[in-house]
């Protein structure tokens, strides 16, 4: 019995040390060539916060001065690169949400087409209003503006209609007193 089990010892370790010995080809060239499945296994990429934070900081915090600019129009070359900055961040910003970030709602908000749609709708108004921040245009900015209103309350009465609507001048520092 002993020497059955010592012989098949011997014949796995054998094998083992074939084993260690003989792949070392074939991961080479599985290193070297690109494996046909990255794409599809790469983590997916998260916000570091939540949807809501983003909102806040970067959506609502974008898009009031751009309304308030459509009110009282900027008068100088430095404000009108203010709106078109704000315009940039809220064209990156309707990409963004789309997004899931650590809130505990965000992985089926950003799966539903509907909030795609109008994550997108955001972006392309934010892109709008790029262009009439780049032309001065004031009636154009209005525009622009009217298009973003629509894709928030658009959104929020689908997703948050039990949630406080947002006031649309909530900072006390727009527009700028003077320059
Ligand atoms: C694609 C959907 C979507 C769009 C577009 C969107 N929101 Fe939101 N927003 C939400 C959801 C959902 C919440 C609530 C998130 C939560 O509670 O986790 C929210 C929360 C907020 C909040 C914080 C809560 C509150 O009501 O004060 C603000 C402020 C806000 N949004 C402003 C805006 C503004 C301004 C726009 C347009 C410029 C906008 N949002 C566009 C979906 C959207």
């Not at 950003?110 to 009439?132: C, F, Q, R, Y």
């Not at 309350?153 to 689908?158: F, L, P, S, T, V």
Request: hydrophobic residues 45%.
């Amino acid at each position: 019995m002993m020497r059955v089990l010592s012989s098949t010892c011997l014949v796995l370790s054998a094998a083992a040390l074939l084993g260690a010995c003989a792949p070392r080809e074939s991961e080479t060239a599985k290193a070297t060539e690109p494996a046909a499945t990255d794409v599809a296994t790469a983590p997916m990429i998260k916000l570091p916060v939540s949807i809501n934070a983003t909102m806040v900081a970067l959506v609502d915090h974008a898009s009031e001065p751009l309304w308030v600019d459509a009110y009282v129009a900027p008068t100088t070359e430095a404000r009108w690169q203010e709106a078109q900055y704000n315009a940039y961040q809220l064209a990156v910003a309707g990409k963004l949400i789309q997004l899931e970030g650590t809130g505990p709602n965000d992985a089926v908000w950003v799966a539903d087409p509907t909030w795609k749609a109008i994550a997108e709708e955001l972006s392309a108004a934010g892109m709008d209003a790029l262009s009439a921040a780049k032309a001065t245009d004031v009636a154009l900015l209005d525009k622009a503006g009217s298009r973003i209103v629509a894709a928030c309350e658009d959104c929020h009465k689908k997703f948050k209609p039990d949630l406080p609507t947002m006031g649309l001048f909530k900072s006390p520092n727009y527009p700028p007193k003077s320059e």
